[in-house]
Every structure is written in structure tokens, then in C-alpha cells.
């Protein structure tokens, strides 16, 4: 009996402990179902407790403990803090629960990418592409990964400082104008100590949120930062600021109009968060009233921004048929105050199967946006889009350093004119944004950011071609694509200069130079578009100077003792054409000269009319100014003297005539028969002579055409360069790029292009997969990095003068420079070259 009273014990027991069992499983089970609940109500916090309870009372479930352990990785995640939530997710990769859920691979991915881990990032990235090929959010994800190296590699001119007078060890996000016109008072969202909200998010699990503003006084210094106000609540009266989330304001025009984000909560239902708008009433607000967007009260629509016309609302809001999470979305309403009545999607150039948020419209022109499913740098990355007739382009990312890895949002542009005290010369934009970045003083804070005018300067040396000696007086002339025209002279050096006053950013240029007694040389063209560093441009000049002596012009054959002009010879008539048209203050002589038989009388009468039809031919079909051509008829007074060895065919031999000769009739009777006959026909010329070159255009006359076949007025071409023994090197431009280049020693016309300089131009679009011979073969899959030994075709290579297309190279790891160039190339390229050790140039033949 005891022994059978001891089993019915046990019995008891164990049914006690199972009944014991179930009841802490079921318990477990319903702690788990409010998590569930709440997490589709994105009370994340609230989600995150119950799943930690939840997750004890389930373990002999091993199923239901891995998928409450990747619930609890996406609490952490979405509520940011990636530590835990990295932790959670690689637990779970342990127990291959990939398997399962593969988007724990995109979420690791995600987690790296937004600490700046790229290489780690792009591993599960690829690992997530392999296994779901279909998700369209991949592809953005990818390119943003492999983008980013070259973005923090080559930051762009803004410089970012937190603006601490503002930021708390809270958060500080969504900074907006109160007034647009007036951009006195900067209103922003935060949690801090002070507001109005006493209780705890469930979404977020931090305090309530309220509107706060900070005020400037305008026509103060320069010190735009720092004479802002302390922060206060932006509504004591709480009428604005109530128990629940309030943020993300902006105000109309005038700031009588405010319209906000607010997230109402009802223990009773779910809710989501609505977008208000208040009246302003001198200092106080009236009772905001909801705007009316979407039906569906559990849809979301957030962060207001409104247009300057004050007609259109853009917003935020994941309402059913988007392109992803959050879309941008604009309201349009037919007068200022009244309702928003149509409602449409920005489409899907601006929006993407991410999240698009925060929305700022600029100047009506320009849409500043923040956005994860764009390609970016981790997180949410600040983009902008420009609006063309009504149309958005395509969105631009604002790079490193305003995106980084973390979330930047809510950009606001300060439009007031602030003098830079570095350049002296005013900003050219300023504003502000927040970010999660490290090194703040709370989570999210508030920046400064600043675009220092880029500043330039042009000048340069004027020397005379034939003796290099320094030309004083010479008029410098630019005019630039802005409208701008400037002249200067030069000096007693030769030197002119243009300061930073007259040569801006994205401006191109146009470059004349006037010097009496010399030939004008065509238009030089140089260009600040593509430049982001301070830079001091470089043009100097060589001028050729007017001959004093007549020019000939190429041979021009007449019937016997006729007069008109042959059609065939009218292009001999061209090099004056274009000298006249190149230099438009000259007024010649043309002379035409015939041989030495025939009285005088006949001959200058011939000559006379034969240089009379070349003037009609310039004045009537080609359009020169009567008054800029004197025509004059030489007859046979005039020899020729030779200036150079000159070689005629006639009658089927080459007779030579050496120079310094005077073809008179003593010379030319001492020579053999056929001889004479080629001594009257180098007689028989046609040659120009400059009288003056004060001559004043009339007003309708031709434009004088760049003219770059006149030999006599081209600059000698070079190359700059730099000589260490028998080491060359110097700078060129790449596909619009500086880049710097050795001369290699062998005798080769390869071109061989540094790895590393490869990589930094594909990473900043320079070059593209297009441009290698192999197209994206050349390309490793994994990584993207370019494969040694790879054939790339560069598009422009400039060096010195001149340039060429289209140009083979072969990538190799440790080169020297940029590029390694041989020298058969050059040579074979542009011609043959010596090298000038003291002016430290390639000097090319004429």
C-alpha cells in the first residue's frame, strides 16, 4: 500500500507539472500574440517587451522560438538600435534560419550598410540576390554599396558642423521655416527634457515629441551660426504641442498658416499619424484641423512641405497602391487656404520600393527628399529631384559628406546673402538638416551645412613669337557664358591678370587678344565647369607680328592677257578671306604683279584690273567691306626677291631658284629657255599688303570666324611638362579629369592607366562598364573591382594643346602616375617632338 500510494503521488505530480506546462506555454503563447499585435500596429517598444516575456514560456517550441528571435532582431532593428539587432540576426544565421526567412541575409545586409561596412554589406546583399533574384529593392541596394567607397573617397565642397547652440543628448530632426519669406525663425522637432508629452512612445519607446523654434536677428555679422536664440516651444498654449507626437512644421509665406505632423493615440483603436493645419493668430494658434488626404484613418501621411504659391502640399505617406514603404505624394488645391482636393503620386522615377520621406520643396523648383531605396550610402541618404516642366528628374544624391551611413533627413536651404570670410565673397548655399550620425550630442541632431564659393582666378604671360621677348600693351579681353565681359592689359612683363571677381564657377570663358602691329590669334577658350578646388587658370599668349613686307598668296592663273577671275582659283583668295575675317581692323592692299614682257603701260593696266577682280570677288561674293580691300596694279616695276628656296614645274621638269634671288631681267635672261619661262611665272603673283589696322567694323558686318588654318597666327603646340633626368612627367586631362602621366622610356605606343586611378574614375562615373573592351566582364562579379590587365578606352585625352579620342590603355597595378604613356604614341599621335630641357616642354614640329 505505501508503494502504491507513493506511485499515485507521483502521478499526481506529473500531470500537475504538465497541467503546469501548458499553462506557462499558453501564457507565453498570448504574450506573444500582443507582440504580434502590436508590432502590425508599429508599437515597437511595447512589441519588443512582450516578445522577451513571450520567448521563456516557449522553448520546447524550437519553430515558434526561432521566429519570435528574428521578431525581437526587428524590433531592434526598426527601432535602430543595431548592436542588438545584428546580434539577434547572426544567432539566428547560426541556426540557418536563412532557410527559412531569407530576408535575414538583407537584413544583415542592411545593418552593414548602415555602419559603413560596405564589403560586409555587399557580401549578404549578394547572398540575398542569389536567393531572391526578384526583389526589385537589391539592385539599388548593390549600386549604393559599391558607389559610397568613391563618394568618401572624393567628398564634395559642403562642409557640415553640428549645431550644437541647438542639440540636446535627446533628439533634434526636421528642421523647416516658420515663414518662408522671411526664414527668421527655424522651427524643428524634438523629444527633450520640457516637452509637452509625458509619457513614452510605444513605437519608439523614447518621450513624446513636440515643435520647438530658434529665432535670428537679420543684419547682423557674419557669424550665421552662432546668433541664433536659445530654443523654446514653438507653442507654450498647447494648441500645437499637446500629449502625443507632434513634428516635421512648416509654415506658408507669411507664417499664418502652420501645417504639422501629428500621431493622435487611442487605447481603444489603432492609429496612425495625420497631417494638421493651424491658423496663426498674432501670437497664439487656433484649433488645428485635420487635412484630409486619404479615407483610411490607419494610412499614414506625414511630413508636410508646401509649395511658395502656397497651392500644393507635399507629403509622405504609405496609403495602399505606392511604389513601396513611404512614397511622396503631392495635394493640390485651387486657391490659398481651401481645401486639398486632388491627391497624386510623385511616380516612380522620385519613388522607390523603399521609403521616401521628409519631403522640402525649394523655390518651387527643386525637391529635396530622403530616401532608403534609392542607391546611398546607408540608411536614409538626403536626394534631390528638379522639377522641368512640371516634370520630376531623375533624383541626385547629395553624396558624402552632407549622407553618410547613418539617416540624414529634413534639408531646409538658408537663401539670405552671408559673406564667406574665407573667400570674402558670399556662400553659395547654407542651410540645414539632421542626422544620426556619430559625434553628435543626443540621437538625432540638427547640422549646419555651408558651399564655399570656389574661387578662381586667370592670367597669364603675352610674349612676340619671333623673339619671345614680353609684349606690353597688349588688350586682354574675356567674355564669359554668364554675359560677363572684362578687358585687361598687359604690363611692362607682359603679364595680365583677372581676379576672383570676374571669373566664377561653371563659366566658360571666350579668351581675345588685340596688340597693334600684330596678327589677332583666334578665340582660347578656358573653363572653371568641372573644377571643385580653388584653382589660379593659366593662358599665355604668342603673338606674330604684321610683316612689313607683301604677302603672297597662292598662285592664280590668267588666260593670256585677260583679267577675270577663274573659278578655279578663287580658294587662292581664301587665306585672305580668312586673315580679313580673323582680324577685323585691317585695311590691305592687294597687288597684283605681272612679268617683265610687255610695254608698262600694258602691263600695269593688266595688272591693275586683275587685282581690281579679286577685291569684287572678296567684296561682292564673299561679303569683306569695300573700304578694308585697295585694290593696286604693279604691273612689272616690282621683281620678286625670293624670301625662301623655291622649287616650279614647268613643261614637265622642277627648276630650283635659291633664296635672296631678285627675279629681274638681268637673271633671268642669264638662265636656259624653259628656265626663264618658270622665273616669269613666279613674277606673276598675287600678294597682299597691311596698310593699318585701326579699322572700325560697321555694325552689320560678318562676326569675325575662328580661323584655325592660318599658319601664321598659331600658337607653336607643347606640352608642359617636367624633366628629372630621364624621367617625364606632367598633367594632362582625362575624361574631363586632371590626372598626371609619365612618359615611358621604352619605344612603345601603348598607354598604361594606373589601377588605382582606374577605380576612382569608375567609382566617380568617369568611365562605365561601357568604356572597357569586355564590357562588364572586366568587372569582378563579387566586388565590382576592375580586373588587372583589363583594356579601357578612354574617351578624351588632353595634353597640352592637343588632344585625342577614343585612346586604348591597359590597366596596371603600381604605376608610377595616372598613366604611363609611350612615347611612339605621342609622336604618332600629334607628330613628331623634341624635348626643350630649359622651357621644360615637348616642343611639336610646325
Avoid at 526589385?136 to 559599391?146: D, M, N
Avoid at 546673402?417 to 544620426?436: C, Q, R, W
Wanted: hydrophobic content about 35%; overall charge neutral; glycine content about 8%.
Amino acid at each position: 500500500m505505501p508503494l502504491l500510494k507513493h506511485i499515485l503521488s507521483m502521478k499526481k505530480l506529473i500531470v500537475l507539472l504538465l497541467v503546469l506546462s501548458v499553462s506557462l506555454s499558453a501564457l507565453g503563447q498570448k504574450k506573444i500574440t500582443v507582440g504580434d499585435n502590436a508590432f502590425a500596429g508599429k508599437q515597437f517598444d511595447k512589441a519588443l517587451t512582450a516578445y522577451k516575456k513571450g520567448l521563456k514560456k516557449v522553448s520546447n517550441n524550437p519553430i515558434e522560438v526561432k521566429r519570435v528571435r528574428y521578431q525581437i532582431a526587428e524590433c531592434y532593428r526598426i527601432m535602430g538600435d543595431l548592436k542588438k539587432g545584428e546580434a539577434q540576426y547572426v544567432a539566428l544565421e547560426k541556426k540557418n534560419h536563412q532557410k527559412d526567412e531569407p530576408l535575414l541575409y538583407f537584413h544583415l545586409g542592411s545593418i552593414n550598410h548602415l555602419k559603413g561596412e560596405y564589403d560586409k554589406a555587399l557580401e549578404y546583399y549578394l547572398k540575398y540576390q542569389e536567393r531572391e533574384p526578384k526583389d526589385v529593392r537589391i539592385e539599388a541596394r548593390i549600386e549604393g554599396v559599391r558607389k559610397s567607397k568613391g563618394w568618401m573617397e572624393n567628398p564634395t565642397n559642403y562642409e557640415v558642423e553640428n549645431f550644437k547652440k541647438i542639440n540636446t543628448k535627446q533628439d533634434e530632426w526636421a528642421p523647416r521655416w516658420s515663414t518662408q519669406e522671411k526664414q527668421n525663425q527655424m522651427i524643428f522637432t524634438s523629444n527633450r527634457e520640457g516637452s509637452t508629452g509625458k509619457g513614452i512612445d510605444q513605437w519608439s519607446g523614447k518621450a513624446f515629441s513636440d515643435i520647438y523654434k530658434i529665432e535670428r536677428p537679420r543684419g547682423k555679422s557674419n557669424d550665421w551660426v552662432g546668433e541664433w536664440t536659445n530654443p523654446s516651444l514653438f507653442d507654450e498654449g498647447k494648441v500645437l504641442n499637446t500629449e502625443f507626437n507632434e513634428g516635421e512644421a512648416t509654415g506658408n509665406r507669411k507664417g499664418s498658416e502652420i501645417f504639422f505632423t501629428k500621431c493622435p493615440v487611442d487605447k481603444k483603436a489603432l492609429k496612425a499619424c495625420y497631417i494638421y493645419v493651424t491658423q496663426k493668430k498674432g501670437q497664439t494658434f487656433e484649433e488645428p484641423k485635420l487635412v484630409e488626404l486619404c479615407e483610411d484613418s490607419l494610412v499614414n501621411c506625414v511630413h508636410p512641405s508646401l509649395s511658395l504659391d502656397e497651392l500644393t502640399l507635399y507629403f509622405a505617406s504609405d496609403m495602399k497602391g505606392g511604389q513601396g514603404g513611404y512614397d511622396l505624394y503631392k495635394a493640390t488645391r485651387s486657391s490659398k487656404g481651401g481645401k486639398f482636393e486632388k491627391v497624386e503620386n510623385l511616380g516612380s522615377l522620385v519613388n522607390s520600393p523603399g521609403n521616401e520621406l521628409f519631403p522640402s520643396i525649394r523655390g518651387d523648383s527643386v525637391l529635396y527628399f530622403s530616401s532608403d531605396g534609392l542607391p546611398g550610402m546607408g540608411g536614409l541618404d538626403i536626394f534631390y529631384s528638379v522639377i522641368r516642366n512640371d516634370q520630376f528628374q531623375e533624383p541626385l544624391n547629395m553624396m558624402y559628406p552632407i549622407n553618410t551611413c547613418w539617416d540624414e533627413i529634413g534639408m531646409i536651404f538658408y537663401d539670405e546673402e552671408i559673406i564667406d570670410p574665407k573667400s570674402n565673397a558670399p556662400y553659395l548655399e547654407m542651410g540645414f538638416f539632421s542626422s544620426n550620425r556619430p559625434g553628435g550630442k543626443g540621437g538625432d541632431d540638427i547640422y549646419t551645412f555651408q558651399l564655399r564659393p570656389t574661387v578662381f582666378t586667370l592670367s597669364g604671360i603675352t610674349r612676340d613669337e619671333g623673339n619671345r621677348q614680353l609684349i606690353e600693351g597688349a588688350e586682354i579681353e574675356i567674355i564669359g557664358s554668364n554675359g560677363t565681359t572684362y578687358k585687361a592689359y598687359t604690363d611692362s612683363k607682359g603679364y595680365y591678370a583677372f581676379d576672383r571677381t570676374k571669373i566664377l564657377m561653371n563659366t566658360t570663358y571666350k579668351m581675345k587678344v588685340k596688340k597693334t602691329g600684330y596678327w589677332d590669334i583666334p578665340d582660347v577658350v578656358q573653363t572653371t565647369i568641372g573644377f571643385n578646388l580653388d584653382t589660379d587658370l593659366k593662358q599665355d599668349f604668342f603673338l606674330n607680328r604684321i610683316p612689313k613686307d607683301p604677302i603672297v598668296m597662292p598662285d592664280i592663273y590668267y588666260d593670256v592677257d585677260k583679267w577675270d577671275l577663274k573659278r578655279q582659283y578663287e580658294d587662292s583668295l581664301m587665306y585672305l578671306f580668312f586673315v580679313l575675317m580673323q582680324n577685323p581692323n585691317l585695311v590691305v592692299e592687294l597687288r597684283s604683279h605681272t612679268d617683265s614682257r610687255a610695254s608698262d603701260e600694258h602691263n600695269d593696266l593688266l595688272s591693275q584690273r586683275r587685282a581690281q577682280s579679286c577685291v569684287n570677288f572678296l567684296v561682292k561674293e564673299m561679303k569683306i567691306d569695300a573700304d578694308r580691300i585697295v585694290p593696286k596694279g604693279y604691273g612689272k616695276r616690282n621683281p620678286r626677291k625670293l624670301e625662301k628656296d623655291m622649287m616650279v614645274p614647268y613643261n614637265g621638269k622642277i627648276y630650283h631658284f635659291k633664296r635672296g634671288v631678285t627675279l629681274d631681267d638681268t637673271y633671268i635672261k642669264a638662265l636656259p629657255k624653259d628656265q626663264q619661262e618658270a622665273a616669269h611665272q613666279l613674277n606673276r603673283r598675287t600678294e597682299f599688303f597691311v596698310l593699318r589696322d585701326d579699322y572700325v567694323p560697321k555694325s552689320d558686318e560678318i562676326e569675325p570666324v575662328a580661323i584655325t588654318n592660318t599658319v601664321t597666327v598659331v600658337k607653336q603646340r607643347t606640352i608642359p611638362v617636367q624633366i628629372n633626368g630621364d624621367v617625364i612627367t606632367g598633367n594632362c586631362r582625362v575624361n574631363g579629369k586632371n590626372a598626371n602621366f609619365v612618359i615611358s622610356n621604352k619605344k612603345t605606343e601603348d598607354i598604361f592607366m594606373d589601377y588605382e586611378a582606374a577605380s576612382q574614375m569608375l567609382s566617380s562615373y568617369d568611365i562605365a562598364k561601357e568604356d572597357f573592351e569586355l564590357g562588364e566582364k572586366a568587372l569582378k562579379h563579387d566586388d565590382g573591382y576592375i580586373i588587372e590587365n583589363s583594356i579601357l578606352y578612354l574617351r578624351e585625352l588632353i595634353m597640352g594643346d592637343d588632344y585625342a579620342e577614343n585612346v586604348k590603355v591597359t590597366i596596371k597595378k603600381g604605376l608610377p602616375a595616372a598613366l604611363l604613356i609611350g612615347a611612339e604614341f605621342i609622336s604618332e599621335e600629334w607628330g613628331k617632338y623634341t624635348i626643350d630641357e630649359q622651357k621644360k616642354e615637348l616642343i611639336f614640329d610646325k
